[in-house]
């Protein structure tokens, strides 16, 4: 059975930074692709950013040149750094992998909370 687990999110006034993780755990041979979505309330699920397993990157335009995603292939672990944080980026922040364990397959963790208040 293969877990992820996201950590890192809070309350942040606007202009502020956060940094969120997410660490993958179980049994895994390999994992592909990692990512972030969100969530706001009342709203669908969005994608915010992707990283593949050579390390290239793909970025909403929403958070193009605010947010860096990228990851630690040895703890099994992506980042999202987060900064110039806007009211809207308020969301429940979830991250999904590509995991090869019995079989390849994408698994999602449960949520952190981000929110931008004043």
């Known amino acids: 059975q293969v877990q992820l687990v996201e950590s890192g999110g809070g309350l942040v006034q606007p202009g502020g930074s956060l940094r969120l993780s997410c660490v993958a755990s179980?049994?895994?041979?390999?994992?592909?692709?990692m990512g972030w979505y969100r969530q706001a309330p009342g709203k669908r699920r969005e994608y915010v950013a992707t990283i593949a397993a050579g390390g290239v990157t793909d970025y909403a335009d929403s958070v193009k040149g605010r947010f860096t995603i990228s990851r630690d292939n040895v703890v099994n672990t992506v980042y999202l750094q987060m900064s110039s944080l806007k009211l809207e980026d308020t969301a429940v922040y979830y991250c999904?992998?590509?995991?090869?364990?019995?079989?390849?397959?994408?698994?999602w963790g449960r949520g952190t909370q981000v929110t931008v208040s004043s």
């Open positions: 999904n992998a590509d995991v090869l364990s019995s079989r390849w397959a994408y698994y």
């Open positions: 179980g049994t895994i041979f390999s994992i592909g692709a």
